[in-house]
């Protein structure tokens, strides 16, 4: 038998999560895709599962999907970069429930890679914190762990964060999936010891600090600097082995 193995070149993509709902994950997303936007002529961000509308001209829209598309250097359909919109701002699981909808994690992974076909990079925001519900049986560490992404994690420094960050780290692992680089915001301004917080983390996490995002009265994705790794600034290779027989 022979094999050829030939190098296609693949989007970059990675998966954001936070140590919990409210720490800066969609404001982290949309600056990492300004930045990957440097290097990757398209990039596309991706909320599969958005939780709370409101109503814009009429149709229900959601913040996360609309400043995750205002970051993003094309357009793709709309059912790609957010295959499930649910009205009430609740958990997935009780919001889906609600809305007579099934979350159906096999069809998030199929609209992840026409996404990959339709972009360079791809910067995917689960919902919540990383074992957020999706469903009465999978959370959002499942859907992490079927799209097979590195994580980046968001840590919203306020009391407990050290707690909440190194459990998801330790969960992010669990499932066999890459940390590949934490994010620091400065979400609570009244915060006593912010930066030896910060230095615990650099220690224990394990991950590089991707961005330290200050306290910012109106949050603007391009008003701090993130860090690309090298990796990040080529397109990824896949190794696609053909049997030829
Ligand atoms: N560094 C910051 N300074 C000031 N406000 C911030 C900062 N980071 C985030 N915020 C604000 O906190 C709120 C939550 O941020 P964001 O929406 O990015 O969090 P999230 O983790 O994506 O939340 P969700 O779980 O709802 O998706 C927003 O109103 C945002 O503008
Ligand atoms: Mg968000």
Request: glycine residues 6%; aromatic residues 4%; contains cysteine.
């Amino acid at each position: 038998m022979t094999y050829t193995t030939t190098l296609a070149p693949r989007a970059l993509s990675l998966f954001i999560t936070g140590t919990d709902t409210g720490v800066g994950k969609t404001l982290f997303s949309a600056a990492l895709l300004h930045a990957l936007a440097r290097y990757h002529p398209r990039v596309v961000g991706m909320k599969p599962v958005a939780a709370g509308t409101e109503l814009i001209d009429g149709v229900p829209a959601n913040d996360d999907v609309l400043a995750l598309r205002a970051a993003s250097s094309v357009r793709v359909p709309p059912e790609l970069d957010n295959p499930v919109l649910l009205p009430d701002p609740v958990s997935p699981h009780i919001a889906a429930e609600r809305a007579g909808v099934c979350i159906d994690i096999a069809h998030l992974v199929a609209c992840h890679r026409a996404l990959e076909q339709l972009a360079d990079a791809v910067v995917v925001e689960g919902a919540g914190g990383f074992h957020v519900p999706l469903s009465a049986t999978e959370t959002g560490a499942d859907l992490a762990q079927a799209l097979d992404l590195p994580v980046v994690l968001v840590v919203g420094l306020r009391l407990g964060c050290l707690n909440h960050a190194m459990l998801t780290a330790e969960a992010i692992r669990a499932r066999g999936l890459t940390l590949a680089g934490w994010v620091a915001n400065h979400i609570d301004p009244a915060m006593l010891a912010q930066e030896d917080n910060i230095a615990f983390l650099q220690q224990r996490l394990r991950a590089p600090l991707l961005a330290s995002i200050p306290y910012q009265a109106a949050p603007d994705p391009r008003a701090f600097p993130v860090c690309l790794p090298a990796a990040w600034q080529h397109a990824m290779t896949r190794h696609d082995t053909t049997l030829l027989a």
